[in-house]
């Protein structure tokens, strides 16, 4: 997939089905990240979560690709794609994620995926995919600042309760996200091979990063063995894998019709998800310095992705 034909210029538009795809992996995914805390709460690791998740969705897409006759090709140039946009979008990321919401909370954790978009921006402006404007540099300045806040404001009110509810180093881990996000947005959109369906794209992605992940947990222990018992990690082992096959079908569908700007928007409503499910589920509540990042961070969103 050419350039060209892999992202939206500021004159052209998605199709209609895009928003669609927008709301329905981001609320997945969102999902997903508050599961993971509540799987640390009976006793299923982040990282044994991501790799069932993955390996779980990656069949189920594999199986739904080939009934549909598009069976993931094993070419060196599929390989390729498959373990790249792997790593970068989901194994380095989603591990992160996982982990940094059994550590500091499915809301905060869910905070830094707005930066994803400003983020995915500046390397498409980087890689010629999109052109600079002052408004959407202006964006990107405010949605840093909003980070910074999040992860600098506990140090410099020495409140000892915030950085032991909420540790620097895993906060500022979980702000490392976007910056995987935003590569594999880009990768995606740029070495998408040509002719290939997006179903197999994304079975081929989520079981190459089942497959990397699979040595770490378990030489880290960590490898949680599902069973047939009614068991409550097995009952979120099983919701994280539907959520995440109904998910990456549209994650790959978005890919394929938008580009990776219009893309990152889906970091959005994984906020949102993520921030209400730690709310109602959670009970977990968020100091005050955080609502102001917030509206800088989103303000920032809103500046640069304005005119797509």
Not at 23 to 29: D, E, M, R
Not at 52 to 64: K, R
Not at 70 to 79: D, F, K, V, Y
């Amino acid at each position: 997939m050419t350039t060209e034909e892999s992202s939206l210029t500021s004159s052209s538009k998605p199709p209609l089905q895009a928003p669609l795809y927008v709301l329905i992996f981001g609320i997945t995914f969102g999902t997903t990240i508050s599961l993971a805390k509540l799987g640390a709460q009976h006793g299923l690791s982040p990282m044994a979560l991501v790799f069932w998740q993955m390996l779980g969705a990656g069949l189920l897409l594999a199986l739904t690709a080939s009934l549909k006759g598009q069976r993931p090709r094993l070419a060196p140039r599929h390989l390729r794609y498959y373990v790249i946009a792997g790593i970068l979008g989901n194994a380095f990321p989603t591990t992160l994620s996982f982990m940094a919401a059994s550590k500091i909370g499915a809301g905060l954790a869910g905070l830094a995926y707005p930066l994803s978009p400003v983020a995915t921006f500046a390397l498409a402006v980087l890689f010629g995919m999109d052109r600079a404007a002052p408004k959407k540099i202006f964006g990107l300045m405010l949605g840093f600042i909003g980070a910074l806040i999040i992860i600098v404001t506990p140090l410099l009110l020495g409140n000892t309760d915030a950085l032991d509810a909420a540790p620097p180093l895993w906060v500022a881990l979980a702000f490392t996200v976007p910056l995987f996000l935003a590569c594999g947005n880009v990768y995606r959109s740029r070495d998408w091979p040509p002719g290939t369906g997006s179903l197999p794209l994304a079975a081929g992605m989520l079981l190459a990063t089942a497959l990397m992940l699979l040595p770490v947990v378990y030489f880290t222990d960590n490898l949680y063995v599902p069973d047939l018992s009614g068991s409550s990690a097995n009952k979120i082992l099983l919701v994280s894998i539907l959520l995440s096959f109904i998910g990456f079908i549209a994650y790959f569908e978005l890919q394929r019709i938008a580009g990776p700007v219009y893309f990152s928007q889906i970091s959005y409503f994984i906020t949102l998800t993520t921030m209400a499910f730690g709310f109602f589920l959670f009970g977990e509540s968020l100091q005050w310095y955080v609502w102001g990042a917030v509206a800088l961070i989103f303000c920032g969103l809103y500046m640069v992705s304005k005119s797509k």
